[in-house]
């Protein structure tokens, strides 16, 4: 069965230092992977997926994540964290046809 | 694009009584998906629909927990009767079709949040 670990519940940084969310997941077969933010009150909006070929992932609002098989890691990374970055991230896991099962999240806090 | 409505947004009900959230996904989107997000917790699958039919709702606590998908489109998730444990936020989803998403995407509704006292 897929199953999704995310390190830290909770990850503070001052803004303009580097953001690090982590993300292990398990599956028996190459997966689908994705990264989702939830800004309070919202819904999930994708910042990024990787479904196959390069494994270094662009998203949106300067966000990247390396999908490394032999680690079974997506960790998502920011060079330089905004303000605006504060909300919660989550990492989900899909094998082809099955289900989107999500990781816990990380709630992301930036001090000014 | 229209987004993925849901209605209503907040809902205060007692335990024991029941509770109907609605869903109307992005027009065109075969698959629809009902989540529970438990404060604190990732969202979990209740169900998912292909078109009208059910493709898994092995998640679904039947005893209390129905949802229906009529003519394909909208789709109505009814809890009855209501216990303490069930307030969370209700999230609807709509991709094109199940196959498609991973490359596609899935687009979220902005949830209903559920406090059942």
């Known amino acids: 069965a897929q199953s999704v670990t995310q390190l830290g519940s909770h990850v503070s940084v001052s803004e303009g230092a580097l953001v690090l969310l982590r993300c292990n997941y398990s599956s028996s077969v190459p997966p689908y992977l994705f990264w989702y933010v939830q800004y309070p009150n919202q819904g999930l909006q994708l910042l990024l997926k990787y479904t196959t070929g390069a494994t270094l992932v662009k998203g949106i609002n300067g966000f990247e994540a390396e999908f490394k098989k032999s680690e079974t890691s997506f960790h998502l990374t920011k060079p330089s964290a905004h303000m605006s970055d504060a909300a919660e991230y989550f990492c989900?896991?899909?094998?082809?046809?099955?289900?989107?099962?999500f990781g816990a999240g990380t709630i992301l806090r930036v001090k000014s | 694009e229209a987004g993925v409505a849901q209605s209503p947004r907040y809902k205060i009900i007692e335990k024991r009584q029941s509770v109907a959230f609605w869903c109307n996904p992005i027009s065109g989107h075969a698959t629809l998906y009902w989540y529970q997000q438990i404060l604190g917790q990732g969202p979990k699958l209740l169900i998912q629909f292909q078109n009208n039919g059910v493709v898994d709702d092995s998640q679904l606590p039947k005893d209390r927990f129905s949802a229906e998908r009529l003519k394909g489109v909208d789709s109505t998730l009814k809890i009855q009767p209501a216990k303490l444990e069930d307030s969370a936020v209700y999230l609807c989803a709509s991709s094109p079709e199940q196959y498609r998403a991973p490359n596609y995407g899935y687009t979220f509704g902005s949830g209903t949040r559920l406090t059942v006292v």
């Open positions: 989900a896991v899909q094998e082809y046809g099955n289900k989107l099962v």
